[in-house]
């Protein structure tokens, strides 16, 4: 994982039965973008600031949010969609899911102040999920025709 080498560290984790970071691996493999998969490497090895530091300068902002939601870091998913102005009621909706999980009621001054004025619509968050994610492949293959275009010349 150190060097980057996906494909051998998933046999190796394979081969001491490690299934978890197996799938782990296999889902950074599947990331739309290589900023993607780089924060998500750096995730695996324990690097989260600079996870969320690389996802934020490469503008993917509902990824950063959805890393610190992975992590139940809520105070810093709410504080990354006020500041971007983006995602507050996918982060409402997860933390509500969360609270529900488990029996408990909302407690968090800024939680309850926000789900004052957001509606939480699950439709409406996976459609926004899946434009986040599609824009991001559709970046990601732009950089890659242009890369390889340039590669040429």
Do not use: C
Request: net charge positive; charged share 25%; glycine share 2%.
């Amino acid at each position: 994982m150190a060097n980057r080498d996906l494909n051998t560290a998933e046999m190796a984790y394979a081969a001491i039965r490690e299934l978890p970071r197996v799938q782990y691996i296999n889902f950074i493999k599947e990331q739309p973008s290589k900023d993607s998969s780089l924060a998500h490497m750096l995730m695996f090895s324990g690097h989260v600031q600079e996870a969320e530091t690389t996802l934020l300068q490469a503008g993917l902002i509902y990824q950063a949010i959805q890393v610190n939601i992975d992590l139940f870091n809520w105070n810093r998913a709410l504080e990354l969609a006020v500041k971007h102005k983006t995602h507050v009621d996918t982060v409402l909706a997860y933390r509500e899911k969360f609270l529900q999980r488990f029996g408990r009621k909302e407690t968090n001054k800024r939680f309850l102040q926000y789900s004052e004025g957001v509606e939480v619509d699950w439709e409406k968050i996976q459609a926004k999920i899946e434009m986040e994610l599609s824009k991001e492949r559709e970046k990601a293959a732009s950089t890659a025709v242009r890369s390889s275009v340039a590669s040429r010349h």
